[in-house]
């Protein structure tokens, strides 16, 4: 090559690799997120998951979703913030520049100062041995801290400590301000200083310990490493030697993070450094602190820019190409001698060198789309909305019009196994024969021909908007074991290492064929997303399916195997920010790297790195309301917990009743895919559905002691194995507890005791007086008359007392019952027996003993019920259409036994929730002996399998109402429109 055309290619080279940047996986908040200052010091994550933020307006708590902060105002004595720490024993200590060492407990903080031996006023580190003991760099020295005391380490001179650390095998490695770094290890101290050792700088920014008990040392001007008993420079890449290390983290793919205080941040993985910068994704290049947490992010404070987090290392982002800003790259392809290239949808196409993408001159119009590249031999085929296109080395040629090409758009292009080539377009399918294109047959009319693809039997397939084709004899021919699918719009094809096919119909589902045997998976068999794009079979044996929403990785094992998908879903938050990617724009290398054409540009997945998130989300009960309503529960009298701020043993009156619980799951890597599962002990042992609100309220709960207990899920799936619980019981009120019960109970008895003897001297009198007053006879049948009726009432108020007592027993035997369905049926035992006392209540307050009115009847055991089940008339309104009418009492309990188990149906089950609406009784009377019943609501209707209970007779309540309309000679029919309605039919004789 000539010499002047090799140093202008050099030029491009560099020219094109400042140009475009990998950019990774950041994410930052600020103050619009909640951050209470841009200035990030320090970085801590503690015990339960909480991230700790050091900022210049307080000390910020983050659980992923919100800040919390703590300032002056709450007992922080400085918001001058130098480092934070969480030691063995779980306390967080917070070194300050100006009022020393803090310590806080969860609720307030405590000074650490003379009164504790610590005489410096500026905390710069805080490092903890093998045995627990503290210790802290100040401004005068170094303290070691055990328990409560701390005392100076009087082995090292006074200076001013900027960074300690301990290794695991017991040495204390202490940086100063301007004196070097001290190595104690035992007895022995070793100073090093640049006079005597390779030490970049004398001021010691940062130190940190790896696996291997190697001691890395950030200074003011480049890094250095320590070992035993030595002390060598670490050269840092172009540039950067001479840069500021402010801090170190290490990362859960042990690399070594180094932050640069205006360089941004360099990855060292035990070979060579990897720069990022602006143009990599972070926000500003002043890196002030650095943390890794505990599900593998790496969290990076900034000077001016609040904290980012850098997460999901398996996907890399090409979208800024200095000019061209995140084109829509619709052609992935791999040449023969490795390079990639990628073309776009204006047209650009370029090839992807190790020091960057070449950006190539363009034989097409500018604004041609790219949609695929073929690669032959040495030469490539590109299919465009400009036709075909041969890149070779003889120079550009087109296939269009001229040559046969029946449309110009050109989706994609196959070898066959004769050596021909041919190519799918929306004008069908076209085969290159000594230079000209022709048309396979077809005679379904218009064929829109979306892909093709050549199987390892070497048989060429065709997608297209009529369905699935095959190529024989250059005719499009539908395969037998396809017919009768109806599919459409067929985009994307690929096979997997055993010889199974998959077909991708858009809004459709997923086609295989596995030999002969086609199943289409939809929803149903559980398909996320029915919405296929894009398939490609990569070597590992997954499936790798992009929908218009997400990119999802299936097992292709268990899918042949069972039918069923497991896969991995891949968007913006778990690291693929390519938002789409295009048709057929899937490309694995043959490093096991998948390459994809999205819309924003290119993405490039790392399989090696990546890892599930298997860290169980640390759940948190955030607050405990009454009506929904913030509570002072130390106003009300209650201990609150002075962590947490929840009430301790907490036992509430029956009248408070109706509880909320805030919750939330710590998931630093994707908070906003946290689900929950709850339940209430107690009160219902169902765990709820899946659910992403984090809360949930319980109202109208009866006396008793309950559990919450609460499950969480992070963003990989991963549910917490045991729940997170808090108990708290409910208080009955003094008439419902069982002495109480027990008294009243005695009472009553000594009560129908007193009465049932009076009632036998009353009967010695009476006969006494008949026997006296014969001769009266006249006088005597009236005084008998009404000496009758006045025991006909005694005996209805002593049957009425007897069912009260019989009630009675039932609430008290109800308060043992602990299974809900033997509960149920105690409560609607208590209401029927109840119906039944209330008309004999109502014969005995009456003068008519035959006859009772119904209207009235009804309006009481609807009372009854109403508040047997706490549902109040405002919320279900009852109306009531029942003329004056009379009946006997047999005939009344009859009708009353009816009524009631109707309305205890509604009021259990239309109304779910604390819905509101209306009930209403109809009676209308036909004729002098017939007459109708009809009950109704507009709740929610009957459920499904009612009137198949209804056949088999398998509700014991429906077999009672049915039993009742029998006595009346009647007939009972059920319907479900809007709501539910009841129909008795009944005769009484006259």
């Known amino acids: 090559m000539h010499p002047i055309r090799l140093i202008l290619l050099l030029c491009l080279l560099l020219a094109t ?91 307030s903080f405590k000074n650490y100062g003379p009164q504790k031996g610590i005489q410096a006023q500026s905390v710069w580190s805080i490092s903890e041995d093998n045995s627990g003991k503290l210790w802290i760099g100040t401004n005068k020295g170094v303290y070691h801290l055990t328990d409560s005391l701390a005392a100076k380490y009087q082995q090292l001179p006074e200076a001013s400590y900027t960074a300690v650390t301990h290794t695991p095998t017991g040495s204390l490695w202490a940086g100063t301000q301007d004196s070097g770094i001290y190595r104690v290890s035992g007895t022995q101290v070793l100073h090093y200083t640049t006079e005597n050792s390779e030490l970049p700088h004398n001021h010691v920014t940062a130190l940190t310990t790896d696996k291997k008990d190697r001691v890395w ?68 290049s002043r890196i002030t602190a650095l943390a890794t947490d505990t599900e593998g992010n790496v969290w990076i ?20 190409f200095g000019s061209i ?19 776009t949808d204006e047209g650009e196409l370029a090839i992807m060198y190790p020091g960057g993408p070449i950006w190539q001159t363009i034989p097409w119009p500018r604004g041609a789309t790219i949609y695929n590249f073929l690669p032959v031999g040495e030469e490539m085929w590109a299919s465009t909305s400009n036709g075909i296109w041969r890149l070779g080395r003889d120079g550009p040629k087109r296939y269009a019009a001229a040559q046969g090409l029946p449309a110009p758009d050109v989706y994609q292009g196959a070898l066959g196994s004769d050596g021909q080539l041919y190519f799918a377009t929306a004008g069908g399918v076209v085969s290159l024969q000594q230079g000209s294109l022709k048309l396979l047959s077809y005679t379904g009319g218009n064929l829109i021909a979306r892909t093709i693809f050549r199987d390892s039997k070497n048989k060429l397939w ?91 990785k299936v097992r292709l094992p268990l899918l042949r195997q069972q039918g069923k998908f497991s896969y991995r879903s891949y968007t913006s938050p778990s690291g693929f920010r390519g938002l789409e990617v295009c048709d057929n724009a899937m490309l694995q290398t043959a490093d096991g790297h998948m390459w994809f054409g999205t819309t924003k540009g290119l993405s490039r997945y ?29 106003a009300l009298g209650h201990n609150p917990d002075s962590t947490t701020g929840l009430p ?69 799936g991963f549910w917490t194995p045991q729940p997170l619980t808090y108990t708290f019981s409910i208080v009955p009120p003094i008439w419902r507890r069982e002495w109480f019960i027990g008294v009243i109970l005695l009472l009553m008895a000594g009560a129908v005791l007193s009465v049932v003897r009076l009632r036998e001297r009353s009967l010695v009198k009476m006969n006494s007086l008949l026997e006296l007053k014969v001769d009266h006879r006249t006088r005597l049948l009236e005084r008998q008359n009404r000496e009758k009726e006045i025991l006909l009432q005694e005996i209805h108020h002593r049957v009425k007392n007897n069912l009260q007592i019989v009630i009675s027993m039932l609430n008290l035997q109800a308060r043992h019952v602990q299974d809900p369905s033997a509960q149920e049926v105690m409560q609607a035992l208590r209401s029927r027996v109840r119906s ?69 149906n509604t009021l259990k089950y239309a109304f779910p929730r604390g819905e509101c609406g209306v009930l209403r009784i109809e009676l209308v009377q036909h004729d002098e002996v017939q007459y109708t019943l009809t009950v109704s609501d507009n709740g929610h209707g009957l459920p499904e399998d009612f009137f198949e209970k209804q056949q088999h007779g398998q509700s014991f309540g429906l077999k009672l109402v049915q039993s009742l309309s029998r006595k009346l000679d009647g007939n009972i029919r059920f319907f479900n429109k809007h709501g539910t309605k009841s129909i008795l039919y009944f005769v009484l004789p006259p």
């Open 17 to 107: 690799a400042a140009a475009y940047a990998q950019q990774y996986n950041i994410r930052s908040w600020t103050l619009e997120q909640g951050l209470p200052q841009s200035q990030v010091m320090a970085i801590e994550q503690d015990h339960r998951g909480y991230l700790w933020l050091a900022t210049r307006a307080g000390l910020s708590r983050f659980d992923g979703v919100s800040f919390k902060t703590y300032t002056k105002e709450n007992g922080l004595s400085s918001h001058n913030i130098s480092t934070l720490y969480e030691d063995s024993r779980r306390r967080l200590w917070i070194g300050t520049t100006d009022v020393g060492l803090l310590l806080f407990n969860g609720s």
């Open 217 to 284: 040392i950030g200074t003011e001007q480049g890094l250095a490493q320590a070992g035993q008993n030595s002390l060598e420079f670490v050269q840092l890449p172009g540039q950067l030697n001479g840069s500021h290390i402010t801090s170190f983290t290490h990362d859960s793919y042990d690399n070594l993070w180094l932050g640069l205080q205006r360089n941004g941040l360099l990855k060292y993985d035990g070979k060579s450094f990897t720069h990022l910068t602006r143009r990599s994704g972070l926000r500003t």
């Open 301 to 320: 404070g900034t000077n001016g820019y609040g904290v980012q987090q850098h997460r999901a290392p398996w996907f890399l982002h090409y979208f800024d």
């Open 325 to 343: 800003v995140e084109p829509r790259v619709t052609a992935v392809a791999q040449d023969t001698k490795g390079n990639i290239w990628f073309g």
């Open 462 to 552: 065709v997608g297209s908007d009529q369905g699935v084709f095959q190529i024989k004899n250059n005719q499009l021919v539908q395969p037998v074991e396809l017919k009768g699918l109806n599919l459409t719009e067929v985009r994307s094809i690929t096979e997997d290492n055993q010889g199974n096919l998959f077909f991708a119909a858009f809004n459709t589902g997923l086609l295989v064929l596995q030999g002969e045997k086609a199943t289409l998976y939809t929803s149903k068999e559980g398909l996320p997303n029915e919405a296929i794009k894009t398939l490609y079979a990569d070597e590992a044996d997954n499936l790798w399916i992009a929908t218009n929403r997400d990119v999802l």
């Open 606 to 634: 790392l399989p090696h790195l990546d890892r599930q998130n298997a860290v169980y989300p640390e759940m948190v009960l955030i607050d405990v309301l009454l009506h929904s309503n913030p509570t002072d529960w130390r």
């Open 648 to 716: 301790q043993n907490l036992r509430l009156p029956h009248t408070q009743n109706h509880l909320s619980f805030n919750f939330h799951g710590i998931c630093l890597s994707d908070p906003e895919q946290v689900k929950y599962k709850y339940r209430l002990v107690g009160y219902n042992d169902a765990w709820s559905q899946e659910t992403e609100r984090s809360f949930t309220t319980y109202a109208n709960l009866s006396p008793g002691t309950y559990t919450f207990e609460l499950l969480a899920c992070n963003n990989d």
């Open 836 to 904: 039944m006392s209330l008309l004999h209540e109502r014969l005995y307050r009456h003068n008519d003993l035959a006859q009772i009115n119904l209207e009235e009847y009804f309006l009481e055991i609807c009372e009854s019920l109403y508040a047997s089940y706490g549902v109040s008339m405002d919320r279900v309104e009852l109306e009531l259409d029942v003329p004056y009418t009379k009946m006997d009492v047999d005939s009344a309990i009859t009708l009353g036994l009816i009524v009631n188990e109707l309305v205890s």
